[in-house]
């Protein structure tokens, strides 16, 4: 049984007499099951888990069906990694490049780096914002985007350790409860200074009423209901089928002649899929009738 109960859940909170939010999560079991695919080292499973995490609360707020993907992109070390949380909280993601890079920094594996930040509905249009790589951590650089896209105060507090990530958010909202802007800024400076006492392991240690009372003790918040997150993947065999029949039909024919099974594997959960010839011709016979 698990010694944390609440990991792998993500939570939302309100303060009672502030305009501001929060998220947490901590990511345990989707963590261990998104590393598993690949044989990442020590400083990409870190920052995979940071990823992870953050992709998992700012897609929390989602109003709508769709996903939040958060995508970074260097000439670095890390030439990809890609983290999407869908609004049923399915998480899944890879990176690729020098996949041993030791651990360090955000802009030693991705120095000079992207991020690309986007919010897909699944009906509607997708949001799409970028942000450079000029800090050193991925919190501060999250933070930075936030303040400037959304021109309301956000801070992210990541921490990643063998086999966890966690993750805590604050968000000041439209002005509502509190008129005063000068009230409003000390709220938002004291919450981030009490959140900011918060040690790396207490992030993903504390269960989450613990660790919001310990932080918040002076404060009404309320807490609602936690939403599960889980490692999933929207592959399907139906996919790769389609994917293969893209390719031009002498290439079919090539692929063919060399083996008698196609095997197409996931890169992002590691799932294998394979089809005979017959597969491939049978799927077209069904898109003609
Ligand atoms: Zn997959």
Not at 176 to 199: I, K, N
Not at 210 to 229: A, C, M
Not at 242 to 256: M, S
């Amino acid at each position: 049984m698990s010694k944390h109960p609440s990991n792998d859940d993500s939570y939302r909170f309100l303060f009672k007499d502030a305009d501001i939010r929060g998220e947490t999560v901590t990511l345990e079991h989707v963590l261990t099951d998104l590393l598993a695919a690949h044989d990442y080292g020590a400083g990409v499973r870190r920052l995979l888990g940071e990823f992870a995490a953050a992709t998992v609360v700012i897609s929390n707020n989602l109003k709508f069906d769709g996903r939040v993907v958060l995508q970074g992109r260097s000439d670095g070390p890390v030439s990809l990694i890609m983290l999407e949380c869908s609004s049923d909280g399915e998480v899944r993601g890879l990176a690729r490049g020098e996949l041993d890079v030791p651990e360090g920094p955000l802009s030693s594996h991705l120095p000079q780096g992207v991020l690309t930040l986007t919010v897909e509905p699944d009906i509607g249009q997708r949001y799409q914002g970028i942000i450079a790589v000029q800090r050193d951590e991925l919190a501060d650089v999250l933070s930075d985007y936030f303040e400037q896209s959304e021109q309301l105060a956000t801070k992210f507090w990541l921490s990643t350790r063998n086999g966890a990530s966690a993750a805590l958010m604050l968000q000041q909202l439209p002005s509502q409860l509190v008129a005063d802007d000068d009230e409003r800024l000390d709220q938002w400076v004291t919450l981030c200074a009490l959140a900011d006492t918060l040690s790396a392991d207490e992030l993903i240690d504390s269960e989450t009423d613990t660790l919001l009372y310990q932080l918040f003790n002076e404060w009404t918040v309320h807490r609602f209901e936690p939403k599960r997150i889980t490692f999933g993947c929207n592959c399907s065999r139906e996919r790769s089928l389609n994917a293969i029949r893209l390719l031009p039909n002498h290439e079919i024919t090539d692929l063919f002649e060399e083996q008698k099974t196609v095997t197409m594997n996931c890169e992002m959960c590691g799932e294998s899929y394979h089809f005979s010839c017959d597969d491939v011709h049978l799927s077209e016979e069904h898109t003609i009738h």
